[in-house]
């Protein structure tokens, strides 16, 4: 059964700071890897993917990797703007037709 | 054009009841997923629509079922409602088994 682990669960800097999130998953056999964005009571955002067969993406200010072999993804989120304080979600598409996801990891910037 | 679009944005149930929620994918997507996601947690799959089949289902009681309907949007159902059910649904739209794309959510409360 795969699961999906997001570290740290709460996470606060100041404005400005460069900034690593971490995702990983017990079963390699993935898809692809989406990284989500959340602001509260709200749907989710997708900020980027990564094909099973690709090491990273990146859209503006944001980086994302994967590993598979190690099981892990990271996000980066480069000179963080107060804007970007929100929940941040990892999911694997597991079988080509669900999406697994982390608890997620609670983002405040401070400004 | 329209992202993915869900109705109705809250609704409040009493325990016993039953309840449908709505969902109408973006332009050109085929296949709807929904998910569950309870306070703090991660989103919960809990079934997959494509060509009107339910193509997949996580682990959730048959109380729950849905449809889809020929236009590609479907329907959630929830019957005999528990104070447990209480809790943000999230559809998700995509073509195949590409990038997902999520609605707004539908926020039930369960009373």
């Known amino acids: 059964k795969q699961e999906v682990t997001q570290i740290p669960a709460a996470l606060s800097v100041p404005e400005g700071e460069n900034l690593v999130l971490n995702c990983s998953f017990t079963d390699s056999a993935i898809y692809n890897l989406q990284w989500f964005r959340q602001d509260p009571g709200k749907g989710l955002t997708s900020l980027l993917l990564i094909q099973s067969s690709q090491r990273e993406q990146t859209s503006g200010r944001l980086n994302a990797s994967l590993d598979k072999s190690s099981g892990r993804s990271t996000l980066y989120i480069a000179a963080s703007q107060p804007g970007d304080s929100a929940t941040y979600l990892c999911a694997v598409f597991q079988g080509a037709q669900k999406l697994v996801f982390g608890q997620g990891t609670r983002l405040t910037i401070n400004p | 054009d329209a992202g993915v679009t869900q109705s109705p944005t809250h609704l409040i149930k009493t325990r016993g009841q039953q309840v449908t929620l709505r969902c109408s994918p973006k332009s050109g997507h085929d296949t709807v997923s929904w998910y569950q996601q309870a306070l703090g947690q991660g989103p919960q799959f809990i079934f997959q629509?494509?060509?009107?089949?339910?193509?997949q289902r996580g682990n959730f009681p048959d109380r729950f079922s849905g449809h889809q309907f020929p236009n590609y949007s479907s329907e959630l159902n929830v019957n005999a409602l528990l104070l447990g059910d209480s809790a943000l649904y999230l559809c998700?739209?995509?073509?195949?088994?590409?990038?997902?794309?999520f609605g707004p959510g539908t926020r039930l409360t369960v009373t």
């Open positions: 629509y494509y060509e009107e089949e339910e193509r």
């Open positions: 998700a739209s995509s073509w195949e088994a590409y990038e997902q794309y």
